[in-house]
């Protein structure tokens, strides 16, 4: 489920900490194409900062 929506651009990774890493590289891969992709958050100039969302 978290995969679709940081997929989707419908949210972004925030925390990952042990022992919740299995996914965490499909993850960023995820997060990746949906910002190079310009899809959802990401399609907003300075909406997501590294503190979170605007």
Do not use: C
């Amino acid at each position: 489920m978290q995969d679709i929506l940081i997929r989707e651009g419908l949210a972004r990774i925030a925390y990952i900490a042990p022992p919740s890493t299995k996914y965490h590289q499909q993850l960023q891969e995820s997060q990746k194409q949906a910002k190079k992709a310009n899809l959802g958050i990401w399609s907003i100039e300075g909406y997501v900062t590294e503190k979170g969302f605007q």
